[in-house]
């Protein structure tokens, strides 16, 4: 742990349209923002070595409160020293709330004012979870940024059911801020709700602001709604967001929708595509979607792609990294994931420049032409 006296902080470095740089300051380290986060669900990130993961280029990574609190627990990581000593990662850890994956076991919950009565997906165990709960685990897992327990309703929903699900995440906010207390060294974010109705965008932004947060979450989107009408939101969601704050994008996304909301003002985002898909032999390149187990791969000497620095295209033919993933053998995730962990730091990094020098649009007119122009596969 760093100095107990240092501060969390977001400074603004360049900004080109609504695209930002930053840095995000923590006593763990700094973030440079725009920032994708790994997700490690049950303290690891699939497949990778912590120190493979920094390797990438990952300042920081997310962390489930809904799996580590059922598994391992989070009394016992306190114990164990908290989640940086267990999973053996130093630098910054956001926690989400637990809230979306609660929410998300339709049918095994229970939603009050308090908050949510549910069974765990594992051995079927009772738990309640409410904003208090949900701050003290983030607190006993040691969680750099602390996210506030909200309700995410799945969509399609009514705008009267949006409307109520978004005012009770407000009073769920409110309770999160009181009992996160005073925390130096920590932050906890706010997250705004109100499904794709601008109305209560709004709404939500005020209110989150009226709290007063040390960064600010656009939740609610990524979750069926469609590139467009998520796009759609971010148009005026950042804008309504305080400038000196960061703002983090949850749950996203696929390499377009990331460089498409960095374009509208966001600074962090999180997702499990390019972990997942390493698993899946699905692999993202600056060429477009390369699908590993294709026949097609099997005598191809060449990398995954001629101009990635990673180890997976340094070392490894596609003819190989085809053969692996065919077999089962355990290298294919490794190399897969480390490559679309690598390809996923590139575009921020290769964004986080641009913004700098002014030339966003530009970069990003290369990125959708050379995507264009390669050998995309059908998913
Ligand atoms: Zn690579």
Same mark, same amino acid.
């Given at each position: 742990?760093? @100095?107990?006296?240092?501060?969390?902080?977001?400074?603004?470095?360049?900004?080109?349209?609504?695209?930002?740089?930053?840095?995000?300051?923590?006593?763990?380290?700094?973030?440079? +923002?725009?920032?994708?986060?790994?997700?490690?669900?049950?303290?690891?990130?699939?497949?990778?070595?912590?120190?493979?993961?920094?390797?990438?280029?990952?300042?920081?990574?997310? /962390?489930? +409160? $809904? &799996?580590?609190?059922?598994?391992?627990?989070?009394?016992?990581?306190?114990?164990?020293?908290?989640?940086?000593?267990?999973?053996?990662?130093?630098?910054?850890?956001?926690?989400?709330?637990?809230?979306?994956?609660?929410?998300?076991?339709?049918?095994?919950?229970?939603?009050?004012?308090?908050?949510?009565?549910?069974?765990?997906?594992?051995?079927?165990?009772?738990?309640?979870?409410?904003?208090?709960?949900?701050?003290?685990?983030?607190?006993?897992?040691? @969680?750099?940024?602390?996210?506030?327990?909200?309700?995410?309703?799945?969509?399609?929903?009514?705008?009267?059911?949006?409307?109520?699900?978004?005012?009770?995440?407000?009073?769920?906010?409110? !309770?999160?801020? #009181?009992?996160? /207390?005073? !925390?130096?060294? &920590?932050? *906890?974010?706010?997250?705004?709700?109100?499904?794709?109705? !601008?109305?209560?965008?709004?709404?939500?932004?005020?209110?989150?602001?009226?709290?007063?947060?040390?960064? $600010?979450?656009?939740? /609610?989107?990524?979750?069926?709604?469609?590139?467009?009408?998520?796009?759609?939101?971010?148009?005026?969601?950042?804008?309504?967001?305080?400038?000196?704050?960061?703002? $983090?994008?949850?749950?996203? /996304?696929?390499?377009?929708?990331?460089?498409?909301?960095?374009?509208?003002?966001?600074?962090?985002?999180?997702?499990? *595509?390019?972990?997942?898909?390493?698993?899946?032999?699905?692999?993202?390149?600056? =060429?477009?979607?390369?699908?590993?187990?294709?026949?097609?791969?099997?005598?191809?000497?060449?990398? *995954?792609? #001629?101009?990635?620095?990673?180890?997976?295209?340094?070392?490894?033919?596609?003819? $190989?990294?085809? =053969?692996?993933?065919?077999?089962? #053998?355990?290298?294919?995730?490794?190399?897969? +994931?480390? =490559?679309?962990? &690598?390809?996923?730091?590139?575009?921020?990094?290769?964004?986080?420049?641009?913004?700098?020098?002014?030339?966003? +649009?530009?970069?990003?007119?290369?990125?959708?032409?050379?995507?264009?122009?390669?050998?995309?596969?059908?998913?």
């Amino acid at each position: 742990m760093g @100095s107990a006296s240092m501060r969390f902080g977001f400074g603004k470095v360049a900004q080109d349209g609504a695209a930002r740089a930053g840095v995000i300051r923590t006593p763990r380290g700094e973030i440079r +923002t725009p920032a994708f986060m790994p997700v490690g669900t049950a303290a690891t990130v699939k497949a990778m070595l912590p120190e493979s993961v920094a390797a990438t280029g990952a300042d920081i990574l997310l /962390g489930n +409160t $809904y &799996h580590l609190m059922l598994r391992p627990g989070a009394e016992r990581v306190a114990r164990l020293g908290g989640l940086h000593r267990f999973m053996n990662w130093q630098r910054p850890i956001l926690t989400d709330s637990g809230g979306f994956q609660v929410m998300s076991l339709a049918g095994l919950r229970k939603l009050t004012e308090e908050g949510v009565t549910f069974r765990s997906h594992i051995d079927g165990s009772k738990h309640h979870l409410t904003p208090e709960r949900s701050m003290e685990i983030q607190a006993l897992l040691g @969680s750099d940024i602390v996210m506030c327990f909200d309700e995410c309703p799945a969509l399609p929903a009514s705008d009267k059911a949006v409307a109520e699900s978004m005012r009770l995440s407000m009073r769920w906010a409110a !309770r999160s801020k #009181e009992a996160f /207390g005073d !925390r130096p060294g &920590h932050a *906890l974010f706010g997250i705004m709700q109100g499904g794709v109705t !601008r109305a209560l965008r709004e709404e939500s932004a005020e209110a989150l602001k009226e709290i007063g947060f040390d960064g $600010y979450a656009v939740g /609610g989107l990524a979750v069926g709604e469609g590139q467009e009408a998520m796009f759609g939101v971010l148009d005026y969601a950042p804008g309504s967001l305080p400038e000196d704050r960061p703002r $983090y994008l949850m749950g996203v /996304g696929k390499p377009d929708d990331i460089v498409g909301a960095v374009k509208r003002g966001i600074d962090m985002m999180d997702c499990v *595509l390019p972990s997942r898909s390493g698993r899946t032999g699905q692999v993202f390149t600056r =060429h477009g979607v390369v699908n590993i187990k294709n026949a097609r791969h099997q005598d191809d000497p060449r990398p *995954l792609d #001629e101009d990635c620095t990673c180890p997976a295209c340094c070392g490894y033919s596609r003819a $190989y990294l085809h =053969h692996v993933f065919r077999a089962g #053998e355990m290298i294919s995730g490794m190399l897969l +994931t480390w =490559h679309n962990l &690598h390809y996923f730091q590139q575009i921020m990094a290769e964004m986080r420049a641009a913004i700098v020098e002014g030339r966003f +649009t530009e970069w990003e007119a290369g990125f959708h032409a050379g995507r264009a122009q390669g050998d995309i596969e059908p998913l």
